[in-house]
């Protein structure tokens, strides 16, 4: 995976200030990233891990890096939000293309995945293209954003060839995003995350694991290193996926319990950062996967009593690690191999981690 915008580690975690976990996205002052020297192996609470295969595939290294940016306290791992600099622009998904946001999920509560014991299929179909804005991609060396996107390799893309001098050649572009994931998952465990994509967010775009690699090896939370645009998004070979605090850009729902934004590859839903009584979850409360358990409301409107992963301010974000099996086969386009979603890397039609 040669593009270095890819991501995943660990980090420290501070209550802050009321103003810092309110419930409104805007009233966020302060983010947690990574804590430098944070493990990329080990899963846990304020880590984020990744299997071997992926870590190998990868050349990760075995712990995280922390960048001196102007918006970090590497003393403290805590980002000012008030410091970040932008990628500049906001544009819809008819910039990128004359269709739009292109997207659909649908349900099947008979079909299969192999694997799985229990029918029940969650599907998605759409170009890669969100609902939310978008930033200027490439990077113009008139952005602020610039110098950070130039330092960083850029790579060739697996889908089309192109080689990119630095990750600032990078554009936006669509593509076929398939998806399709357990209408009913289980949680049988904690297991590494062995894919850039962890889960597909319904405004169309998929999440992403948290690390950005320089040149020369090292591996950062992309919020701490790398200038990401209004939505805290970007493309990695052309295919735009957010990171961290996306969900400033999403429906934020009303004043009791997020809304879902997303699934996981597992099947879990991924909700926002509060809980029932309206209050943010902050990482104490979760566990090592970033997630809970909790009645929420499904994007059909029903009631479910289930495990789902949070957004919120503290690094990993979102995904730690799965509590469910993935096939990822499945998870990131239709069976076989494709140079899109699972970037040409191999995945067997069967669920990972391998054995019982």
């Known amino acids: 995976m040669a593009a270095g915008l890819f991501s995943c580690g660990g980090s420290s975690s501070d209550g802050g200030s009321s103003s810092s976990s309110g419930s409104d996205p805007n009233t966020v002052t302060t983010l947690v990233t990574t804590a430098n020297g944070a493990s990329n192996a080990i899963c846990g609470k304020n880590l984020q891990c990744i299997a071997p295969e992926f870590k190998v595939l990868g050349d990760v290294p075995n712990t995280m890096s922390l960048a001196a940016t102007p918006w970090t306290d590497t003393k403290t791992s805590i980002i000012d939000v008030s410091k970040i600099v932008y990628v500049d622009g906001s544009n819809s998904a008819t ?13 099947d509560a008979t079909a299969t995945i192999p694997g799985y014991p229990t029918p029940g299929m969650r599907k998605f179909s759409g170009n890669g293209l ?5 930033g200027n991609f490439p990077v113009l060396p008139t952005q602020a954003a610039y110098p950070y996107y130039a330092a960083l390799p850029g790579g060739a893309n697996p889908a089309t ?12 572009s669509p593509y076929p995003l398939v998806s399709s994931i357990p209408l009913i998952p289980v949680a049988t465990g904690t297991y590494q995350i ?9 405004t169309g775009a998929p999440l992403h694991v948290e690390k950005a690699n320089d040149s020369s090896g090292n591996f950062y939370e992309p919020i701490n290193a790398l200038p990401n645009d209004q939505c805290f998004g970007h493309p990695y070979n052309a295919q735009y996926h957010y990171h961290a605090w996306s969900w400033k850009c999403f429906d934020q729902g009303g004043s009791g319990q997020s809304p879902v934004y997303g699934f996981a590859l597992d099947g879990f839903p991924i909700t926002g950062p509060r809980g029932a009584d309206g209050r943010n979850l902050t990482n104490a409360e979760l566990d090592e996967c970033h997630g809970t358990t909790s009645v929420i409301t499904m994007p059909d409107g029903t009631l ?19 509590r469910g099996k993935v096939n990822y086969d499945q998870a990131l386009g239709p069976p076989g191999p494709n140079n899109y979603m699972k970037e040409g890397a191999p995945y067997l039609n069967s669920l990972y981690p391998p054995g019982s």
């Open 161 to 172: 060839g192109q080689v990119y001098s630095s990750a600032a050649a990078i554009g936006i």
């Open 194 to 202: 062995n894919s850039l994509i962890v889960g597909i967010m319904l």
């Open 130 to 134: 969100p609902t939310t804005p978008m």
């Open 304 to 322: 479910k009593e289930t495990y789902h992963y949070v957004l919120n301010r503290e690094y990993p974000h979102s995904i730690g690690c799965f």
């Open 95 to 107: 910039a990128f293309d004359p269709s739009g946001s292109v997207f659909s999920m649908t349900v």
